[in-house]
C-alpha cells in the first residue's frame, strides 16, 4: 500500500546510487509504495547534486561510498543549499569511516547494506510524517499571519472611525451652542420686553422654546464631556477608590442632604487606572444608584469587590428601582433610555461613558437587575 500526502502538496524523493542493478529495483520499489512522491533517480554524487539543483526534492537517499563524486560530499553540498533536506544515508558495515563523515555533517537517518526494505520504509515514512507535519506548520503560520494583518487592519480602520466619529460629535456638540444660545437670548428678550404683546399662548409657546432650548443646551453639553472623555489620554496609575467613592458619597449626601441612604463602601480598594476617568466611572455608577432608588425607602448603595475567575472585579450594588435583565445590553448604548426610566431626569449618555472609559482601560463592564428590587454594576480593569 501506498502513502497517500493528506496535504494535496507532491513531496519528491532522489535515489542516489552508482549500481544499475540496485538503482532501477530500489527505485522502482519505492515508486510503488509510495505512489504519490516523485522519484528521481542519479548514478552518482555529481548527477545528484545537478538533479538536487534542478528537482529541489524534500528528500534524498544516497549511497555514501560512490565514484567521481561521492555521496558525503554531495550530502554537504545539499546541506549547505537546503538544512532542511532529509537526507538518508546508504552504507556498507565496511564504511565506518564514512558513517562517522556522515554524522558530522548531520546526517541522522543512515541504513546499513545490505537494505532491509521495512527498515527503509519506517525512515522514509518517518521523513513524511516530519515534511508534512512542517508543511502544516508553515500554512497555519501563514493563516495566523494573515488573520494578524486583517485584525491590524481592521483595527486601524475602526480606530479611524472612532476618531472620526468623536470629531463629528465635538463639532457638532460645540456648533450647536452658538445658535441655541441666540434663540434662546431671543426668545427671552421677547418675554422680557414685549411680554405685553403676547396672549397668554404666546407667552407659554416661549416658555416651551426656553425649556426645550435648556434641555438642548445640557445634551450638547453630554455630548462635549463624552468626546472629551474618549479623547483624553488614559495615564494609568494605582489610585485609592474607595476614597474617591466616599468623596462621591459625601457630595450626594451634601446635594440632598434630606436624603437618607445607607451607604456601605468597603475600605482600601484600589485600582490600577487613570484616577480623572475612574472618577467619572464612579460619578456616574453611584449617581444612578442615587437617582434610581429615589422612590425607595431604606435605600442601600454598596461599593466593593468580588474575585472571579482569578480577575478583581469591582461593583456598585443598589435596590432602587432595578430593570428587567433583558434589557441590560441597551444601558450602555449612547442616548438610549428605557421606557420606565422617562420620569426621571437623564440624557442617557452616563452609562456609556462608564462602557467607553473601562474599554479603553481594556476592562469590561455589565450589569443584572431585577425591576423593583435594584440593580448591580460590574467592571474590571
Known amino acids: 500500500m501506498g502513502t497517500i500526502d493528506p496535504d494535496g502538496h507532491g513531496i519528491s524523493l532522489l535515489y542516489v546510487e552508482d549500481e544499475q542493478d540496485a538503482r532501477e529495483m530500489l527505485g522502482e ?4 509504495h509510495y505512489p504519490d512522491v516523485r ?9 545528484g547534486l545537478d538533479s538536487f539543483k534542478r528537482n529541489r526534492p524534500e528528500i534524498v537517499i544516497t549511497d555514501i561510498n560512490m565514484p567521481v563524486t561521492d555521496g558525503i560530499r554531495m550530502a554537504t553540498e545539499i546541506r549547505s543549499l537546503s538544512p532542511a533536506t532529509e537526507i538518508i544515508a546508504l552504507t556498507a558495515y565496511t564504511n565506518t569511516q564514512h558513517l562517522l563523515q556522515a ?3 548531520g546526517i541522522s537517518n543512515y541504513i546499513l547494506k ?20 512542517e508543511r502544516a506548520i508553515v500554512r497555519q503560520n501563514d493563516v495566523i499571519r ?11 480602520e475602526l480606530e479611524m472611525a472612532n476618531r472620526e466619529l468623536e470629531s463629528f ?7 450647536l451652542r452658538s445658535p441655541m444660545a441666540a434663540i434662546s437670548g431671543y426668545s427671552q428678550v421677547l418675554l422680557d420686553m414685549h411680554a405685553s404683546g403676547l396672549d397668554d399662548a404666546g407667552k407659554g409657546y416661549l416658555q416651551v422654546i426656553n425649556r426645550e432650548i435648556l434641555r438642548m ?6 455630548l462635549l464631556k463624552f468626546s472629551v472623555h474618549s479623547r483624553k489620554q488614559v495615564v494609568k496609575r494605582w489610585t485609592n477608590l474607595s476614597v474617591m467613592a466616599n468623596e462621591i458619597k459625601d457630595n450626594l449626601l451634601a446635594l440632598e442632604p434630606g436624603r437618607r441612604v445607607d451607604f456601605c463602601i468597603v475600605e482600601g480598594i484600589n485600582g490600577y487606572g487613570d484616577p480623572d476617568l475612574l472618577r467619572i466611572v464612579l460619578e456616574n455608577l453611584l449617581g444612578n444608584a442615587w437617582k434610581y432608588s429615589v422612590k425607595k425607602k431604606g435605600v442601600r448603595i454598596e461599593f466593593g469587590t468580588i474575585n472571579k475567575e482569578e480577575d478583581l472585579v469591582y461593583f456598585v450594588r443598589d435596590n432602587g428601582q432595578g430593570f428587567e435583565q433583558q434589557d441590560a445590553e441597551k ?24 462602557y467607553r472609559i473601562i474599554q479603553r482601560h481594556g476592562g469590561r463592564v455589565w450589569a443584572e437587575g431585577e425591576k423593583d428590587k435594584g440593580a448591580v454594576f460590574f467592571f474590571t480593569l
Not at 217 to 222: M, P
Request: proline content about 2%; hydrophobic content about 45%; overall charge negative.
Open 331 to 354: 444601558l450602555f448604548v449612547p442616548f438610549q433610555r428605557l421606557q420606565h426610566e422617562d420620569e426621571i431626569d437623564g440624557l442617557g449618555i452616563g452609562l456609556s461613558t462608564v
Open 146 to 156: 494573515n488573520l494578524n494583518e486583517e485584525l491590524v487592519k481592521k483595527a486601524a
Open 169 to 175: 460629535n465635538y463639532t457638532v456638540a460645540h456648533d
Open 114 to 133: 545490505p537494505i532491509d526494505m521495512e527498515q527503509i520504509f519506517r525512515v522514509i515514512d518517518k521523513a513524511l510524517a516530519l515534511i508534512r507535519s
Open 103 to 105: 554524522i558530522e555533517i
Open 29 to 32: 520499489i519505492i515508486g510503488r
Open 217 to 222: 443646551n445640557n445634551l450638547t453639553g453630554a
Open 39 to 47: 522519484i528521481f533517480v542519479a548514478e552518482n554524487g555529481e548527477a
